[in-house]
């Protein structure tokens, strides 16, 4: 199963930095990932799930944690 660190790693190489001490509870944005880069990783999320997110579900990407969740939810309920 793929991370959200993955997913944001894929979205933008260099947030390499960014992830490496990134606690998963953090939100993303407070820690500098910015709107476009979220827009990507909602783009590979939809990808990797095999269809477009709900609204309520874009509003979850927040935090590393929230991303997999949504991910585990997603795979577990196959």
Known sequence: M???RRL???ANPSSSPLLTNLDDA????DAGVDSAQLVELSLLLEERLGRALKAEELD?????R???ELLQEHFEGR
């Open 66 to 68: 929230s991303i997999d």
């Open 2 to 4: 793929c991370s959200a």
């Open 26 to 29: 953090a939100s993303l944005l």
């Open 8 to 10: 944001l790693l894929e």
């Open 60 to 64: 979850r990407l927040t935090t590393l």
